[in-house]
């Protein structure tokens, strides 16, 4: 490649001497500045790549899939950048200048360090996307997780999915210790330091074995009588138990405390005594009557179902679609 024309005057490309004359002012204005304005971005610098392959600065265009004019006005950029010519233009083609092509084998090394940053982005992408932590309180993860991980499952096939279920305090502890991608949470609030997005709704009822007392009530329980009666109750920390807490100003000494929906359903069922479980987690019980729902006069036992995750972090990947799937 020849370039002693362009190189010293730039007439070729019809900038070339604006842009050695603006070099050395560009050097001392620049010298203080951030390498972002220093160096020319990747495009431009694969342009310039293409130009020395191709001969054609219209070539170079379209395989980059832009205008001719666009290309050319990217090369006059890079050049007023540097403050050197960079391409000598004539009916023959576009050459590169001596300084253009010392600046192309810098920019080769550049654009391959680049590709490899790409490519070690994907792999960390792909090794996102291989996997998926999920963290949910109990109820949840026993009603309706189960239903999100087979919708997931289609969509995902190569993701592997593992659940961690726990109380609603263990799942903000397992995701603010990085150890689940994405939660899910029954209580009154937020735990701290993590957002949330409320993804369904939920009711919490008094239910009791056929042949407790309350079954047979022709009256709906008071809230102060729910609140001073010893219930099964799951243990400090669950989305329930905290529901049922702030709706009634505080609970008498549970009668059994347990540590799963399922455990607390069965002692019901049983009839050790009342217990006040989520609706979704008793409607093949309260259908074939192995338990009944109690009314209560003045209190409502509502909840929001919610996702969570660290604040500042929105699930991202696998975490993002199941997400979206809890929506649906």
Avoid: C
């Avoid at 005057?9 to 900038?15: A, F, P, R």
């Avoid at 042949?211 to 400090?236: F, S």
């Avoid at 669950?238 to 049922?244: A, D």
């Avoid at 002692?267 to 009944?292: D, H, I, K, N």
């Amino acid at each position: 490649m020849s370039g002693g024309r362009g190189g010293s005057t730039g007439e070729g490309t019809g900038i070339g001497a604006d842009a050695v004359a603006g070099g050395r002012d560009t050097r001392a204005r620049h010298a203080a500045g951030s390498l972002a304005h220093r160096v020319p971005d990747l495009g431009a610098m694969e342009l310039l790549l293409a130009v020395a392959r191709l001969g054609s600065l219209g070539g170079a265009a379209r395989e980059l899939g832009i205008t001719q004019p666009a290309a050319s006005s990217r090369v006059r950029s890079m050049e007023r950048q540097l403050g050197v010519a960079l391409v000598d233009r004539s009916p023959r083609g576009s050459r590169l200048t001596d300084a253009g092509a010392l600046v192309t084998d810098w920019a080769r090394r550049i654009v391959e360090a680049a590709e490899a940053f790409d490519a070690g982005a994907q792999a960390l992408r792909d090794r996102r996307d291989s996997r998926l932590r999920v963290a949910a309180s109990m109820t949840i993860a026993e009603y309706l997780l189960p239903g999100w991980l087979v919708a997931l499952r289609t969509q995902l096939p190569d993701t592997a999915v593992s659940l961690l279920a726990g109380n609603s305090a263990a799942v903000a502890e397992r995701l603010l210790a990085g150890e689940a991608d994405l939660g899910f949470v029954e209580g009154v609030s937020v735990p701290t330091g993590l957002d949330s997005a409320v993804i369904g709704h939920d009711r919490l009822i008094v239910v009791t074995a056929p042949g407790h007392p309350w079954a047979r009530r022709r009256r709906p329980l008071e809230a102060a009588e729910l609140a001073a009666t010893p219930l099964i109750l799951r243990e400090k920390g669950s989305g329930t138990r905290q529901v049922l807490d702030a709706a009634l100003g505080g609970l008498a000494r549970p009668l059994i405390e347990l540590s799963s929906t399922t455990a607390v359903k069965a002692a019901a069922v049983g009839g050790a005594g009342p217990s006040v479980l989520s609706e979704l987690a008793v409607g093949e019980e309260l259908t074939t009557r192995r338990l009944v729902s109690v009314p209560v006069a003045d209190v409502v036992l509502a909840r929001d179902l919610r996702a969570v995750w660290p604040t500042g972090h929105r699930p991202t990947g696998p975490a993002r679609q199941l997400l979206s799937l809890t929506r649906a």
